[in-house]
């Protein structure tokens, strides 16, 4: 590797980062430049060196032909360690469709990078790793996604990423801009050999006396390119030039521009077979297996292999120690695919394509060679494109789908199947979020052969029209659809997408009053439309403020056994039929039913899942005063806010629970409300629970000070809630917060009717919490006796409920109007009690309330431990129960969607905290602090 000569400094940065990533401390490199400076030798001795260091190497190269391959390059990475089931222990499990083409699994994309994570924490738990992809400028998109992944949890393993690529400006993925020019990521960008360098290179090559003028020529004609230099010496030894001076133009004359000529002129020198094969393995492209390729050419066995021999030692083609072929530099590639005459790539691709299916390859490989044919009407094309495509979508690769529709239009299709192919094409261009999906359904539904295919598409383009924010078309289209089907699974599908419209959708629920007003709650559920049915009567008692009792019933029978409860896979009627339950303070049963949903997505990778039923748990946690885990599962949901779609809506609710906790926690600051207003801006307004974040700024707002910037916020989220037909203070206690803003405020009258009016509800209601906190937000718009009054009995309500936070606020407040009214024995009682009780929250604000109005009772009260430092963070307390339950580090890891040294990390300080040495001595001292 002659062009290593002037690499010393790079090569000693490629060394620093191996020795890194041995002691445990993974390192990123992008190694770019233009192809043959230097990138892939740099590449090749960073691999040889890390070899020599007995770290495993896996290695990977992208290609043009490849590129369209969903998971390509993380294919040849991973290729050997596939074949081993012990490497897809625990969640690498959900990285195995992608190498298991008979696994239809319909995990989400995240699952998918999730697991090819644990796929590689496990290998390099046995061994350092070199990952390894040059040409990263060719590699697919998917794969990108999966090396960005690693990038952003590297530092965490035992593994050095080494990637190649050519210049910025010839970097068309965003994804892959986004990984060199990480802060995280070492960039090298090797430079043209020197002049000295070439006449060294020349000298050793050639001629040991080669004169200056030549050398010098040699180097200006290949600009110190080291791919060109060596392709000029191949020459220069061929055409047997004496290296003299005056030589020198006739080594001008073999510039950079007659280099294909030269090595299309080798390729003629060499034995008859060797340029058929040549030619047949730069249509199959890098990777080709020398078998595929002899069928090709049209070559024996036998044969074959003497052309390979041929062309290997005539440095046109490399042969690697998995037995796939490629060519010594992509300009040879081009040169030889390029030299071929149109038809004739054409005609190789499709021949390519057909032998590859009788060998039974990846539906993307075949695809990948009918994209580069002419269209000529093949039902047999448009089938492979079709299944390419539907891998593509299992694989969380819809732009690849997208491309293999596009192609299969282009054909085109048999009549009968042109909807069909158009319907599937529509769904790849919703998934990726492009705006023609509604084009393209409506087209297939104009093309549908029946009622059955149109309602069929009718789902889609519905879902499609409600992601673009136009709820009121989608809910045209469902109702035209149903108009022309009986009963049966598809109506009842299209009707739970109706309905459900209603519950998602604040500008689609008024439409469909009617049809939420002639629900009928069946005894029992029977179908998951029954379910349905069960869910919305539920929800709406809950909403119109009816008894509790009965919103529970209904409530319960919808969760039943044996359905969804992930809102990416038809789980929206379980998670909102358990938000039902909570919001009529059936908290130990909806917290069942949350935990059930959060276990689901974490055994099925879905990030989605786990953020929409996390988000749902944090506010569970906060109402019913358990603040840490509040925040715990407020905080793992909003750290997945980048990674999630179609579950931003869920995410208001993390929000809420958050500034409520921090609140409550004396945590909250400006840094909170910057973090809030980046919800606001990031976020979709359509949602139903977006009111959630509302009511949270608006409190935060008033709390940092500013109470009419609030309290206009608090009313908002109020019209908002009144807009879509919430009366419950259940849902959001809106009222309740705008008094206490009122009071503030001194706007005495607003504050006590706001306060009147959720208390009116409550008691329809029937709820004890929520009867309590509107009676403590009653007697705050009192005085004296009265205010005392209200106070016990907002004490009264919340002892039978399971609102502890709020019984130790109503018990501090009663304390206070005691001692205001002089009666100092039972405002100790109360204060130490609501202390006591806020202290279990861990309301570390609250503790300090009631600490201070114990002083001036004459008390003297210990400092309370709720406000040290040494406490526990949520995180740490997550992890650290965990980890008393009998999970290992990487078990927890993977459960929270986090690496396994940032539970070392959390375990580490909750050790320190806990004064503990080992992992069965957690549970006691767990119990010791709850």
């Known amino acids: 590797m002659r062009e290593l000569l002037e690499r010393e400094d790079d090569l000693a940065e490629l060394d620093r980062v191996l020795a890194r990533a041995r002691a445990g401390t993974g390192h990123a490199i992008a190694v770019e430049g233009p192809g043959g400076i230097g990138k892939t030798s740099l590449l090749t001795a960073a691999r040889a060196q890390g070899r020599d260091a007995g770290m495993l190497i896996l290695h990977a190269r992208g290609s043009e032909l490849e590129r369209t391959f969903p998971f390509g390059v993380v294919r040849q990475l991973f290729e050997r360690a596939a074949a081993e089931e012990r490497h897809f222990a625990g969640a690498a499990s959900l990285a195995k469709p992608i190498f298991d083409l008979a696994d239809n699994a319909d995990e989400s994309s995240y699952a998918r990078l999730h697991g090819l994570y644990w796929l590689c924490a496990n290998l390099a738990a046995e061994q350092p790793l070199v990952v390894c992809v040059d040409d990263a400028q060719w590699a697919d998109e998917p794969s990108l996604s999966f090396l960005g992944f690693l990038l952003r949890r590297l530092e965490d393993l035992p593994v050095a990423l080494l990637v190649g690529t050519r210049p910025r400006a010839e970097q068309e993925s965003d994804v892959l801009r986004a990984i060199v020019t990480d802060p995280a990521t070492r960039v090298l960008r090797p430079t043209a050999l020197s002049g000295d360098a070439v006449r060294e290179w020349v000298r050793k090559a050639v001629d040991d006396h080669a004169a200056d003028g030549f050398c010098r020529a040699c180097h200006e004609t290949t600009g110190g390119n080291p791919f060109l230099v060596s392709e000029l010496l191949h020459e220069v030894t061929h055409k047997r030039l004496r290296a003299t001076d005056a030589e020198a133009?006739?080594?001008?004359?073999?510039?950079?521009?007659?280099?294909?000529?030269?090595?299309?002129?080798?390729?003629?020198?060499?034995?008859?077979?060797?340029?058929?094969?040549?030619?047949?393995?730069?249509?199959?492209?890098?990777?080709?297996?020398?078998?595929?390729?002899?069928?090709?050419?049209?070559?024996?066995?036998?044969?074959?292999?003497?052309?390979?021999?041929?062309?290997?030692?005539?440095?046109?083609?490399?042969?690697?120690?998995?037995?796939?072929?490629?060519?010594?530099?992509?300009?040879?590639?081009?040169?030889?695919?390029?030299?071929?005459?149109?038809?004739?790539?054409?005609?190789?691709?499709?021949?390519?394509?057909?032998?590859?299916?009788?060998?039974?390859?990846?539906?993307?490989?075949?695809?990948?060679?009918?994209?580069?044919?002419?269209?000529?009407?093949?039902?047999?094309?448009?089938?492979?494109?079709?299944?390419?495509?539907?891998?593509?979508?299992?694989?969380?690769?819809?732009?690849?789908?997208?491309?293999?529709?596009?192609?299969?239009?282009?054909?085109?299709?048999?009549?009968?199947?042109?909807?069909?192919?158009?319907?599937?094409?529509?769904?790849a261009e919703a998934q990726s979020g492009r705006p023609d999906a509604v084009e393209h359904f409506r087209a297939a539904m104009e093309l549908a052969a029946d009622a059955h295919e149109r309602g069929q598409i009718a789902v889609g383009l519905a879902r499609a029209l409600k992601f673009r924010g136009d709820s009121p078309a989608a809910v045209d289209v469902l109702r035209q659809a149903l108009a022309e089907l009986d009963h049966g699974p598809l109506a009842e599908e299209l009707e739970l997408e109706l309905v459900s419209s209603g519950y998602i959708s604040l500008s689609a629920r008024p439409l469909l009053a009617a049809e939420i007003a002639a629900l009928e709650a069946p005894e029992r559920a029977a179908t998951q439309l029954d379910r349905l049915h069960l869910m919305a009567s539920a929800f709406e008692t809950v909403i119109a403020a009816g008894p509790c009792e009965r919103s529970a019933e209904l409530a319960r029978k919808a969760l039943g056994p044996e359905q969804p409860t992930d809102v990416s896979a038809g789980g929206h009627v379980f998670i909102s039929a358990a938000g039902a339950l909570m919001f009529s303070e059936g908290y130990e049963e909806a917290e069942r039913a949350y935990d059930q949903a959060v276990s689901d997505a974490r055994r099925r990778g879905s990030s989605v899942g786990f953020a929409a039923a996390s988000s749902l748990r944090s506010l569970l946690y906060y109402r019913c005063g358990r603040l840490s885990e509040a925040e715990a599962d407020a905080t793992a949901a909003l750290d997945l806010r980048n990674d999630v779609h179609g579950s931003q809506g869920y995410l208001a609710c993390a929000l809420n629970a958050l500034v409520f906790t921090r609140l409550e926690r004396g945590e909250a600051d400006h840094e909170l409300l910057a973090l809030a207003d980046d919800f606001f801006a990031t976020q979709p307004t359509e949602d139903l629970p977006y009111s959630q974040a509302i009511h949270a700024r608006g409190w935060l707002r008033a709390q940092l000070g500013d109470s009419e910037g609030g309290l206009e916020e608090l009313l908002a989220c109020g019209a908002r809630e009144q807009l879509w037909g919430v009366g419950t203070p259940q849902i959001i206690a809106w009222r309740s917060s705008a008094a206490e803003v009122c009071l503030a405020l001194g706007r005495l009258e607003q504050g006590r009717a706001l306060a009147d009016a959720e208390l009116q509800l409550a008691r329809r209601i029937g709820a004890p919490r929520a009867i309590g906190v509107a009676l403590r937000a009653a007697a705050l718009a009192e005085s004296g006796e009265r205010r005392i009054e209200l106070l016990t009995d907002a004490v009264t309500s919340l002892e039978a409920s399971q609102g502890t936070l709020e019984l130790a606020r109503a018990r501090v407040d009663l304390g206070r109007a005691l001692v205001r009214a002089g009666r100092r024995d039972a405002a100790r009682d109360h204060l130490r009690g609501g202390q006591e009780l806020a202290l279990r929250c861990g309301a570390s604000r609250l503790v300090e309330q009631a600490h201070r109005e114990l002083l001036a009772t004459g008390a003297r009260p210990r400092r309370s431990a709720a406000a040290s430092r040494d406490d526990l963070t949520p995180s740490e307390r997550r992890v650290t129960e965990m980890a008393a339950d009998g999970l290992t580090n990487r078990e927890i890891a993977q459960a929270l969607f986090v690496t396994e040294k940032t539970v070392e990390t959390h375990l580490g300080r909750a050790f320190s905290k806990l004064g503990v040495r080992s992992r069965k001595q957690l549970a006691d001292a767990l119990a010791a602090v709850a």
């Open 249 to 427: 133009a006739a080594v001008r004359a073999l510039g950079p521009e007659a280099i294909s000529t030269v090595v299309l002129q080798r390729l003629q020198r060499l034995p008859s077979d060797a340029p058929a094969l040549a030619r047949a393995i730069a249509i199959l492209g890098e990777g080709a297996r020398p078998p595929l390729a002899a069928q090709l050419a049209g070559l024996d066995p036998v044969a074959a292999e003497t052309a390979l021999d041929a062309l290997c030692r005539a440095d046109v083609i490399t042969r690697d120690e998995d037995d796939r072929l490629g060519f010594v530099h992509p300009i040879v590639l081009a040169a030889i695919y390029h030299d071929l005459p149109a038809g004739v790539r054409r005609d190789g691709h499709h021949r390519a394509a057909r032998l590859l299916a009788e060998r039974g390859a990846a539906p993307e490989e075949i695809a990948s060679h009918l994209a580069l044919t002419a269209p000529r009407g093949d039902a047999w094309a448009v089938q492979a494109l079709r299944a390419a495509a539907q891998r593509a979508l299992i694989l969380g690769d819809p732009a690849a789908a997208l491309a293999c529709l596009q192609r299969a239009l282009e054909e085109p299709p048999p009549a009968e199947t042109q909807a069909a192919v158009l319907h599937e094409l529509a769904r």
